[in-house]
């Protein structure tokens, strides 16, 4: 069974920073799987934050570029999330997600999400 458990949320004021993982375990091949960030704040629906392709290609939401960076380490089975400049606007519960199509079939999992608060 694939686990995905995420860390690094917390309290944090306006401007500053924080960096979220997401750790897999369970599973095998981590490198083939296409993991994402996604985020839904209270009242809204999940959004996508960030992706990483196995080859390393990022793509990031217009709300976050320039200030969130996705990366991943295959080796640790883990994918990061560095969050700077952060906005009150980022308050929410991020989750991470793994993704990988094998056989034709897709197979997605979810972490139970960490929240992250940025007020003063």
């Known amino acids: 069974q694939v686990q995905l458990v995420e860390s690094g949320g917390g309290l944090v004021q306006p401007g500053g920073s924080l960096r979220l993982s997401c750790t897999v375990s369970?599973?095998?091949?981590?490198?083939?799987?296409?993991m994402g960030w996604y985020r839904q704040a209270p009242g809204k629906e999940r959004e996508l934050v960030a992706t990483?392709?196995?080859?390393?290609?990022?793509n990031y939401a217009d709300s976050v570029k320039g200030r969130f960076t996705m990366s991943r380490d295959n080796a640790k089975k883990t994918t990061y999330l560095q969050m700077n400049s952060l906005k009150p606007e980022d308050t929410a519960v991020y989750y991470c997600n793994a993704y990988r199509v094998v056989a034709g079939k897709g197979s997605t999992y979810w972490g139970q999400g960490t929240q992250v608060t940025v007020s003063s």
């Open positions: 369970g599973g095998s091949f981590f490198s083939t799987y296409v």
């Open positions: 990483i392709g196995v080859g390393g290609t990022t």
